[in-house]
C-alpha cells in the first residue's frame, strides 16, 4: 500500500479520485493527524480503493516430481507426533505469500506424505480443509467418528470444528495428499480456535465410509437415516471414479464452457451449494486438443492436475503442467487452459475461496474478449 504518489496517475486525474496537489502546509496538517492517531483520506483513498482488485499473489507452479521428493525428506527428518502435521507448506511466491502462509489470496495448502502405519493426531480448528489424494494405498481419515478411506483423485472433506485424524493402514503404503485449508482467512478475520483431541486417534463410532455410503448416491436421498443438520455435504468424500463417469456423461451431452471445458462442483447434494461453507472446489474435464478461451473472476484458485498434460496462461505467463504439479490463478488474473494431448482428455481438480465471494456478493467474471479471447503470452 503506497502513499499518495508525488504525480497523480492521469486516471486519477478525474472528479470523484484524490487529486491533491501536497503542499508544506498539508504536510504539516498530516503529521499533526499522525500525531492523533489519524490521517487524511484523500492520501491514500486511490492506494486502498483501486479502480479495480489488485492482487499481492503472483501465480506460481510446485511440480509434483520435486515436491513429491520433498515430502519423503520430511518423512525422513521428521515423526508426525512431533510435528503435529507434517505438512510441506506451498508458499506462493510473494510476499504476502510468505506472510500470511498462504498459496494463494486467502487460501493455504500444503503437501502431507505419511507412511503406513502412521497417523496425524487428532485434533479440530476453526479453518476447514479439505484433502485431494494424490498417491498411496490404505489413506483413511476419520472425521467426528466416521471414518473414511481415501483413494487417488479422491476428494475428501473436514469441515471447521470437526475432529479429524489421519493415517495410513500398516498393510497400505505411502500415501501422499494436498491439504486445503482457509487458514489465512481465519486469521484475518481472527477467528481461529484449535484443539487437540484428548486421545491420539478417535475411535470409529459409525461404520467405514457411513456417509458417503449414505449419501454419496448421484440424485439419491436416504430414507430412515437421521435428518442432517449441518452445514456441510453429507457426503463427505467424492470418489474419483464417480466424479470422472460423471464427467464423460456430461461430455456426451455438453459442449462444456469456453474457459473451462466440461466442469463439476464437488456439491451438498442436500443444497446444491458449495460443500464447504468457506472452500468451493471442481473437478473438470478438458477434451483432447482443448484450448480454452481467457477469463477472470475475483476469488482465488488452487489447481491440482488430476491427470493429463498442458498448460495454462496465467496473467500472460505460460505454465505448463503434468500430472499433480499443482498452481494457482490469483484473483481478477486472466487466464486460460490448454490440453496439449490431442487424443486424451486433461482433468484438473481445483479448489477455491468462491462460497466467501459469493457470501459476501462480490462474486464478479469477466470474459477476455481481445485477441479472440486469448491473451499475447
Ligand atoms: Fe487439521
Ligand atoms: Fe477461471
Same mark, same amino acid.
Not at 458417503?212 to 455435504?233: F, I, M, N, T
Not at 468451493?280 to 498434460?309: D, E, I, K, S, W
Given at each position: 500500500?503506497?502513499?499518495?504518489?508525488?504525480?497523480?496517475? !492521469?486516471?486519477?486525474?478525474?472528479?470523484?479520485r484524490?487529486? #491533491?496537489?501536497?503542499?508544506p502546509?498539508?504536510?504539516?496538517?498530516?503529521?499533526?493527524?499522525?500525531?492523533?492517531?489519524?490521517?487524511?483520506?484523500?492520501?491514500r483513498?486511490?492506494?486502498?480503493?483501486p479502480?479495480?482488485?489488485?492482487?499481492?499473489?503472483r501465480?506460481?507452479?510446485?511440480?509434483?516430481?520435486?515436491?513429491?521428493a520433498?515430502?519423503?525428506?520430511?518423512?525422513?527428518?521428521v515423526?508426525?507426533?512431533?510435528?503435529?502435521?507434517?505438512?510441506?507448506?506451498?508458499?506462493?511466491?510473494?510476499?504476502?505469500?510468505?506472510?500470511?502462509?498462504?498459496?494463494?489470496?486467502?487460501?493455504?495448502?500444503?503437501?502431507?506424505? %505419511?507412511?503406513?502405519?502412521?497417523?496425524?493426531?487428532a485434533?479440530?480448528?476453526? =479453518?476447514?480443509?479439505?484433502?485431494?489424494?494424490?498417491?498411496?494405498?490404505?489413506?483413511?481419515?476419520? #472425521?467426528?467418528?466416521?471414518?473414511?478411506?481415501?483413494?487417488?483423485?479422491?476428494?475428501?472433506?473436514? !469441515?471447521n470444528?470437526?475432529?479429524?485424524?489421519?493415517?495410513?493402514? =500398516?498393510d497400505?503404503?505411502?500415501?501422499?495428499? @494436498?491439504?486445503?485449508?482457509?487458514?489465512?482467512l481465519?486469521?484475518?478475520?481472527?477467528? +481461529?480456535?484449535? =484443539?487437540v483431541y484428548?486421545?491420539?486417534?478417535?475411535?470409529?463410532?459409525?461404520?467405514?465410509?457411513?456417509?458417503?455410503?449414505?449419501?454419496?448416491?448421484?440424485?439419491?436421498? !436416504?430414507?430412515?437415516?437421521?435428518?442432517?443438520?449441518?452445514?456441510?455435504? /453429507?457426503v463427505?468424500?467424492?470418489?474419483?471414479?464417480? #466424479?470422472?463417469?460423471?464427467?464423460?456423461?456430461?461430455?456426451?451431452?455438453?459442449?462444456?464452457?469456453?474457459f473451462?471445458?466440461? %466442469? %463439476?462442483?464437488?456439491?451438498?447434494?442436500?443444497?446444491?451449494?458449495?460443500?464447504?461453507?468457506?472452500m468451493?472446489?471442481?473437478?473438470q *474435464?478438458?477434451?483432447?486438443?482443448?484450448?480454452? @478461451?481467457?477469463?477472470?473472476?475475483?476469488?482465488?484458485?488452487?489447481? +491440482?492436475?488430476?491427470?493429463?498434460?498442458?498448460?495454462?496462461?496465467?496473467?500472460?505467463?505460460?505454465?505448463?503442467? @503434468?500430472?499433480?504439479?499443482?498452481?494457482? #490463478? /490469483?484473483?481478477?488474473t486472466?487466464?486460460?487452459?490448454?490440453?496439449?494431448?490431442?487424443?486424451?482428455?486433461?482433468?484438473?481438480?481445483?479448489?477455491?475461496?468462491?462460497?466467501? *465471494?459469493?457470501?459476501?456478493?462480490?462474486r464478479?467474471?469477466?470474459?477476455?474478449?481481445?485477441?479472440?479471447?486469448?491473451? !499475447?503470452?
Amino acid at each position: 500500500m503506497t502513499d499518495h504518489p508525488a504525480t497523480i496517475d !492521469p486516471r486519477d486525474a478525474v472528479l470523484g479520485r484524490s487529486r #491533491v496537489t501536497d503542499t508544506p502546509e498539508l504536510e504539516a496538517f498530516y503529521d499533526d493527524l499522525a500525531r492523533r492517531n489519524a490521517g487524511a483520506f484523500w492520501k491514500r483513498a486511490n492506494a486502498i480503493e483501486p479502480w479495480e482488485p489488485e492482487t499481492r499473489y503472483r501465480p506460481t507452479l510446485w511440480r509434483y516430481a520435486d515436491m513429491r521428493a520433498m515430502c519423503l525428506r520430511a518423512i525422513d527428518l521428521v515423526k508426525p507426533e512431533e510435528a503435529g502435521r507434517r505438512v510441506v507448506t506451498l508458499l506462493n511466491d510473494s510476499d504476502a505469500g510468505r506472510a500470511n502462509v498462504a498459496v494463494c489470496g486467502w487460501l493455504f495448502s500444503g503437501m502431507q506424505a %505419511m507412511r503406513p502405519g502412521e497417523i496425524t493426531p487428532a485434533h479440530k480448528h476453526t =479453518a476447514s480443509a479439505h484433502r485431494f489424494i494424490m498417491e498411496g494405498k490404505g489413506a483413511y481419515t476419520v #472425521v467426528d467418528g466416521h471414518p473414511i478411506t481415501l483413494g487417488a483423485n479422491d476428494y475428501v472433506l473436514t !469441515p471447521n470444528g470437526c475432529w479429524h485424524d489421519h493415517g495410513v493402514t =500398516a498393510d497400505g503404503e505411502v500415501s501422499i495428499w @494436498q491439504d486445503g485449508l482457509d487458514i489465512p482467512l481465519m486469521n484475518c478475520l481472527e477467528t +481461529n480456535f484449535y =484443539a487437540v483431541y484428548e486421545q491420539p486417534a478417535q475411535t470409529a463410532a459409525f461404520p467405514s465410509n457411513d456417509l458417503p455410503l449414505s449419501y454419496g448416491g448421484a440424485g439419491l436421498r !436416504p430414507e430412515g437415516v437421521g435428518a442432517w443438520d449441518k452445514p456441510y455435504s /453429507p457426503v463427505m468424500v467424492y470418489r474419483w471414479d464417480a #466424479v470422472r463417469d460423471a464427467l464423460w456423461n456430461l461430455a456426451k451431452v455438453s459442449g462444456g464452457t469456453p474457459f473451462d471445458g466440461h %466442469m %463439476m462442483r464437488y456439491a451438498n447434494p442436500l443444497t446444491g451449494g458449495w460443500a464447504l461453507q468457506t472452500m468451493g472446489a471442481h473437478m473438470q *474435464m478438458l477434451p483432447g486438443g482443448f484450448r480454452g @478461451q481467457a477469463h477472470r473472476h475475483t476469488g482465488n484458485v488452487v489447481y +491440482n492436475v488430476a491427470g493429463g498434460r498442458g498448460y495454462s496462461i496465467i496473467g500472460g505467463k505460460r505454465f505448463d503442467w @503434468q500430472t499433480h504439479d499443482i498452481f494457482c #490463478v /490469483p484473483a481478477w488474473t486472466w487466464h486460460e487452459h490448454v490440453n496439449l494431448d490431442l487424443n486424451e482428455e486433461a482433468f484438473l481438480f481445483s479448489f477455491n475461496d468462491f462460497p466467501v *465471494m459469493e457470501a459476501l456478493g462480490v462474486r464478479i467474471e469477466e470474459p477476455y474478449s481481445d485477441h479472440g479471447g486469448h491473451q !499475447p503470452a
